[in-house]
């Protein structure tokens, strides 16, 4: 099962929707404006004709009163209609071939305007290939480049801890298992447990965005799962004064994921809750089924999170604090692990204090 698609095509798919949307804007702008200005003066043309008409009409008036004044005889009126009539359909017909080369050059200025428009927005375009072309290759060299660092690390990594394990083996042979050289053996084994930790997250990162890492979904026991996560955690929850139990609503949960992965998922979370919660505090590994799901909770008594920052923690290199307790992928990577599965990862607020981070997966009956 791979994940359903890699990151950066989802950020181009929001960039080119963006881009769409703000073009639509415009273009919904520009004709909104264009239509005011041609509103705009066909009122202005408007008005200029009922001045010229009231105008004409006044020194008609004035013309018929004179007539009637100086007693002109009927063929002279009827002389002056027939002109009125000419004059009449002259005015009418300038304005017609008036209104005629408007109408053309309004639509030559609109032709004009959109193919700028096009010409600069496929520059745009232009551009925005050629950025999309360099980052392609920029991510790909980095990601080879991240990958041949990583395997050489892990193998450097390799040889330091096995080093390590020997000198700790003879130690313990010797009868020294406290002494100094013993306890550096341990701190340079925990550093490098650490160190191989982080080196996973970011091969983790990488194959994300490549839309790469695989989830193989098998039938395994999530009951057993969750012991096997407490098992190993316990005694670091033990030595820093904080107590690490598991609540089960059954014995056994048999159901489809990929068991390493989720593994991985409940030791983020549970580093998280070790992280966060001082000695003497509680953290409580649970699992229950809900509904069509299996649902997985670690709850802590720790400082709690935020309620506008309970979805930003799932982001890749983000944190809450300012003290930089790690490199902020733990949680994104564990969100894309569980999204892969087809479940959903989130956070809540426990009472009166504390942090709870629950996922759910989907249960299959045996």
Request: overall charge negative; aromatic content about 4%.
């Amino acid at each position: 099962m791979d994940l359903p698609e890699p990151t950066p095509h989802k950020e181009r798919d929001e960039t080119d929707a963006s881009l769409q949307a703000e073009r639509a804007k415009t273009d919904a702008e520009l004709g909104k404006s264009r239509t005011a200005i041609e509103a705009d003066a066909d009122r202005v043309v408007e008005l200029a004709h009922e001045r010229a008409h009231a105008t004409l009409s006044k020194a008609r008036d004035r013309a018929d009163r004179a007539m009637e004044h100086t007693g002109a005889t009927s063929a002279a009126v009827q002389g002056v209609a027939r002109e009125r009539k000419a004059e009449d359909r002259a005015v009418a017909n300038e304005r017609g071939i008036a209104a005629e080369r408007l109408r053309a050059e309004r639509e030559e200025q609109q032709r004009a305007v959109a193919a700028l428009l096009d010409l600069e927005r496929e520059a745009t375009d232009d551009g925005l290939l050629v950025e999309r072309a360099r980052a392609d290759e920029t991510v790909a060299t980095r990601d080879t480049f991240l990958a041949m660092v990583s395997h050489d690390l892990r193998n450097l990594l390799g040889t330091i801890a096995m080093s390590s394990a020997l000198l700790a083996t003879r130690a313990r042979a010797q009868g020294a298992a406290d002494s100094e050289d013993a306890l550096h053996a341990q701190r340079i084994q925990r550093a490098t447990a650490r160190m191989n930790h982080l080196v996973g997250d970011l091969l983790d990162v990488v194959s994300l965005e490549a839309g790469q890492l695989r989830i193989v979904a098998e039938p395994h026991d999530a009951v057993e799962l969750v012991k096997e996560a407490m098992d190993a955690f316990l005694p670091s929850f033990t030595a820093k004064g904080l107590s690490l139990t598991v609540e089960a609503s059954e014995s056994s949960i048999v159901t489809k994921f990929d068991h390493d992965r989720l593994l991985q998922v409940l030791a983020n979370l549970l580093s998280n809750a070790f992280k966060f919660t001082e000695p003497g505090g509680k953290v409580v590994l649970s699992i229950e089924r809900a509904g069509a799901d299996v649902r997985f909770s670690v709850t802590d008594t720790g400082p709690g999170i935020p309620a506008d920052r309970r979805a930003m923690i799932f982001e890749r290199f983000r944190q809450i604090t300012s003290d930089r307790r790690g490199l902020g992928l733990g949680l994104f990577i564990s969100k894309s692990i569980v999204e892969a599965h087809g479940g959903t990862l989130w956070a809540d607020t426990q009472e009166p204090h504390g942090a709870a981070l629950r996922f759910t997966i989907p249960a299959t009956r045996s």
